[in-house]
């Protein structure tokens, strides 16, 4: 998981500066009766962009700087992890996890119009294209994973126009999860840095969207899954640091029957 460690890292930094860990993960798609349609992941990070302005704005230019990050703490409590060298720049760190996708892409059948979303003004970050199929999107999902994440799901989806499945794997919430309990040493039992690093990140939320604009959601089995757009779409809203979810053992998985 080094690629995602070093994603965290450039997270982590960049929210240590501002004394806030907001991001925003949304997972997008829509599919057509025939299978084809759009994905889109985004990394929001525009509430830490707010905060950041905020505190410049208020006179604290140099609680902005990178290179100071790592002396957040509170009576020595917490010291957020040095970074590492590709985490070093927050900016060029995310821009670096996030780039390169449309060079994954582009030769793989089934998907066209592909779009790398790197806006350092707004703090959002991620990719976009089409596919002609499911196996065209597993596919894609697949490159995307093994070079940017360092997963290899065989597959993300299942549909065939008449039931839809999301499969509990690339599930990004967890891999974060991870990354933060390998980065703070909780394996090793160091629960305050631990807590701290929860507490830092509790407002963090994943959020996947799927719109299917020639069929009617009939149910899901997601407890977490709420129909909209008049039965065309299902939103489902994870928060991988909220107690209560993490009791219930919600997941990124559902199985959905559309009418």
Same mark, same amino acid.
């Given at each position: ?72 703490? $509170?009576?020595? !409590? ?52 089409? @596919? ?24 993300? @989806? ?44 509790? $407002? ?9 604009? !020639? ?13 909209? $757009? ?30």
């Amino acid at each position: 998981m080094k690629n995602l460690k070093n994603l965290f890292l450039a997270i982590l930094v960049l929210g240590a500066t501002a004394l806030t860990g907001c991001l925003h993960i949304i997972e997008e798609a829509t599919f057509r009766n025939n299978g084809s349609g759009t994905y889109k992941m985004t990394f929001d990070m525009s509430e830490l962009k707010g905060m950041m302005d905020m505190m410049k704005g208020m006179g604290g230019e140099g609680a902005a700087e990178p290179s100071d990050s790592s002396n957040l703490s $509170d009576g020595g !409590d917490f010291t957020p992890p040095a970074p590492s060298p590709e985490a070093s720049n927050p900016m060029s760190g995310l821009s670096e996890q996030f780039g390169g996708v449309a060079t994954s892409l582009k030769n793989i059948p089934g998907i066209s119009n592909v779009v790398e979303m790197n806006d350092t003004t707004a703090f959002n970050f991620g990719y976009s294209f089409d @596919f002609a199929d499911i196996a065209a999107l597993n596919r894609a999902l697949k490159v995307i994973g093994k070079e940017k994440y360092d997963t290899k799901n065989e597959e993300t @989806f299942k549909y065939n126009g008449k039931s839809f499945e999301r499969l509990g794997v690339g599930d990004m919430g967890a891999e974060i999860k991870k990354a933060v309990a390998e980065n703070t040493g909780e394996a090793e039992g160091e629960e305050g840095q631990a807590d701290m690093m929860k507490m830092f990140f509790a $407002d963090m939320s994943y959020k996947q969207v799927y719109h299917f604009p !020639d069929r009617e959601v009939k149910k899901s089995d997601n407890k977490l899954g709420e129909i909209g $757009d008049n039965g065309h779409s299902l939103t489902i809203n994870i928060k991988p640091f909220d107690e209560e979810q993490q009791k219930q053992k919600v997941s990124v998985a559902t199985k959905i029957k559309l009418k």
